[in-house]
Every structure is written in structure tokens, then in C-alpha cells.
């Protein structure tokens, strides 16, 4: 749903989450039944947001920059559909050594879902304790769910 309806949030997200390890490549993995989200994508993938990717974003002095590499700004990888993951089975994750989060490709890597990314921009923007108080319960900030009668 947030693919479908703002890329945008995921794009900036992945750009702060980026600066903050000084990372040079963006890479997004999306299941192959997502047909919508891919093509909203996949347009902001060939597409370049001027000032936002490549080098100097957002006009800083920094040397710090998103790889353009054949004019690309980011990367899109589709996977199979939840039914073809792992020769029919569930779609889940499976802890396989070596572990992104310590040994990544080499470099600082950090792996995250689109809820989580597409949250950096607004807490950056209104506060943590913004964040914090839309929770209702002990838990704290938000959280997405789906419901259906089918």
C-alpha cells in the first residue's frame, strides 16, 4: 500500500538511511506479485529526482553522494511470487550466514522493511516523541496491519 500510494516516503527514507551509513547504492526487493508498487518504482528508478540523488544531494557540500551508475539513481530487484518462493514454500525469512548487518557486501549495510523506511522522514521531520504519542497502547509510534472478511 505504501509503494502503491507514495513511493516517495520509501525513496526519501532510503536516502536518510543511506547518508547515514554513507552508503553509495540503493537496492529495494519486491516480491513478483506486486505488479502496481513495480511500476511505481520502477519509475523513480530510471526517473532522477533532481537534487535528491546523485551527487551533492539536496545541494550539500558533501562528498557524500547515491550512485548514478547508467543513469540509474537506485535499484529494483523483483523476486518470484510468494507461491514460487523457496520451490513452494512460504514466503518467510531465512537466516543464512553471512549475516548483511555484520559483513553486508563488504561495506556498512543496512537491511529494513518499507514501513520502517518510509517512517524515518516523518520522525525526522516532527520528533521521536511526535512518533511516540500516535501509539495508543505501551508500545510506541505505529504500525500497519491488514483485515479482510475473505
Known amino acids: 500500500m505504501l509503494l502503491e ?9 532510503m ?39 546523485g551527487e551533492h544531494v539536496m545541494n550539500s557540500i558533501s562528498t557524500w553522494n547515491l550512485s548514478t551508475y547508467q543513469r540509474r539513481t537506485l535499484y529494483l530487484r523483483r523476486g518470484n511470487s510468494a507461491a514460487q518462493c523457496a520451490g513452494g514454500k512460504r514466503a518467510t525469512p531465512r537466516a543464512k550466514p553471512p549475516f ?31 512518533y511516540q504519542g500516535l501509539a495508543r497502547g505501551v508500545d510506541k509510534g505505529t504500525k500497519l496491519f491488514g483485515a479482510s472478511d475473505a
Open 100 to 130: 548483511p548487518l555484520v559483513s553486508g557486501f563488504g561495506q556498512a549495510t543496512v537491511i529494513n522493511n518499507v514501513e520502517t523506511l518510509c517512517n524515518v522522514p516523518h520522525i525526522l521531520h516532527y520528533a521521536v516523541e511526535w
Open 15 to 53: 536516502i536518510i538511511a543511506a547518508y547515514a551509513i554513507q552508503a553509495h547504492i540503493a537496492y529495494i526487493f519486491l516480491r513478483g506479485e506486486y505488479h502496481v508498487a513495480a511500476l511505481r518504482l520502477e519509475m523513480l528508478c530510471w526517473k532522477s529526482v533532481k537534487g535528491y540523488l
Open 5 to 13: 500510494q507514495d513511493p516517495h516516503q520509501l525513496l526519501e527514507g
